[in-house]
């Protein structure tokens, strides 16, 4: 894989007849198997960025490529294809389907691929172990705790072995000690060669686990920051 490049990126939306630039001339790569963390204000652009590279919406103007495909020339077909297996997406709110059972919420990601009915069993039953929760697989999400959703959401997320994997606040609904648990997986991918782009509030969280920081500011790229490898939490390898 060759990575993310952004070059002169922007997103405008029209408000009663003004117009609002949600991101305005950003440009940045990202590594293939790098972990970047990007920070910033409620409104500063972050989630619009993660949408766009998700495919969930187009830029204005600019260019993003990924693994070489530039997502602004895509057509619908190809788009879809870029969400269901270039990228797996993590959300805050896990966005579990609630009558499906944690083995199900993942297998639906491959059934939408395409993916035969006893190959999504088997891989579904693998990655729910490799998020330890292999003795859950049948539990409904209300039976499950929230840093089990979000375990399940990242096993979904991973389903059709992305190359990119996007969160978007993946612990803003955990208490800290759960956080950490789920950074600590993310360790794991990241350590495997996964690419991770993650939408954050808590910075001094992340900077145990990130390569760097991007800073959006009012739409546009205010600071990037390499994390020292000094300051990496070894010891969170689950």
């Not at 083995?103 to 939408?112: P, S, W």
């Amino acid at each position: 894989m060759t990575g993310l490049r952004a070059e002169n990126l922007t997103r405008s939306y029209t408000l009663g007849g003004n117009t609002i630039n949600a991101l305005d001339g950003v440009s940045f790569e990202v590594r293939s198997g790098e972990f970047l963390g990007i920070v910033g204000r409620s409104g500063s652009g972050k989630s619009t960025l993660l949408n766009l590279l998700a495919g969930l919406d187009r830029p204005t103007s600019g260019f993003l490529w990924i693994d070489d495909r530039n997502l602004g020339e895509m057509t619908p077909a190809e788009l879809a294809w870029h969400r269901q297996r270039a990228v797996g997406i993590v959300f805050q709110s896990f966005h579990l389907v609630p009558t499906m059972t944690a083995r199900e919420n993942v297998e639906l990601a491959m059934a939408f691929a395409g993916v035969g009915s006893g190959q999504r069993a088997a891989r579904a039953s693998d990655l729910l172990d490799t998020v330890s929760l292999a003795d859950r697989a049948t539990h409904l999400p209300a039976e499950l705790s929230g840093g089990e959703q979000q375990r399940v959401a990242i096993a979904r997320a991973l389903a059709n072995s992305p190359g990119f994997l996007l969160a978007d606040e993946p612990t803003g609904n955990l208490d800290s000690s759960t956080a950490e648990e789920i950074l600590g997986i993310f360790q794991n991918l990241h350590a495997q060669g996964h690419t991770l782009i993650c939408v954050t509030h808590e910075k001094e969280l992340f900077s145990s686990y990130v390569d760097r920081f991007i800073r959006l500011s009012d739409g546009r790229l205010d600071s990037e920051e390499n994390v020292e490898s000094a300051s990496k939490n070894e010891s969170a390898l689950l």
